[in-house]
Nanobody
Framework: QVQLVESGGGLVQPGGSLRLSCAAS????????MGWYRQAPGKQRDLVAT???????NYADSVKGRFTISRHNAEKTVYLQMNSLKPEDAAVYYC???????????????WGQGTQVTVSL
């Protein structure tokens, strides 16, 4: 079983910055793509950014140029650096990771608990 724990959320003013972290723990064999998603109240959960095990990245158009996703494989941790934050960035941010327990089984998705990001004056 794999657990994902996010940290780093909080309250910032528009134009400010936050750095989110997500650490994976448990009986980890292989982590595939990891990513960040966000969900505002009453809205669907949307992709923010993903990163492969070889550090190929993908971003939502709305955050491109402002957010940077990265990972440290040895620490089994993924990060999201958020700069120039806007009120529309406010949401609960969720960490996601694909994991397989062995080469004999498919990858399965795991989700963290979520961390609140508030952008307000």
């Amino acid at each position: 079983q794999v657990q994902l724990v996010e940290s780093g959320g909080g309250l910032v003013q528009p134009g400010g910055s936050l750095r989110l972290s997500c650490a994976a723990s448990g009986r980890i064999f292989s982590l595939g793509v990891m990513g960040w998603y966000r969900q505002a109240p009453g809205k669907q959960r949307d992709l923010v950014a993903t990163i492969t095990s070889t550090s190929s990245t993908n971003y939502a158009d709305s955050v491109k140029g402002r957010f940077t996703i990265s990972r440290h494989n040895a620490e089994k941790t993924v990060y999201l650096q958020m700069n120039s934050l806007k009120p529309e960035d406010a949401a609960v941010y969720y960490c996601n990771a694909d994991h397989r327990a062995s080469l004999r089984v498919p990858f399965r998705p795991y989700w963290g608990q979520g961390t609140q990001v508030t952008v307000s004056l």
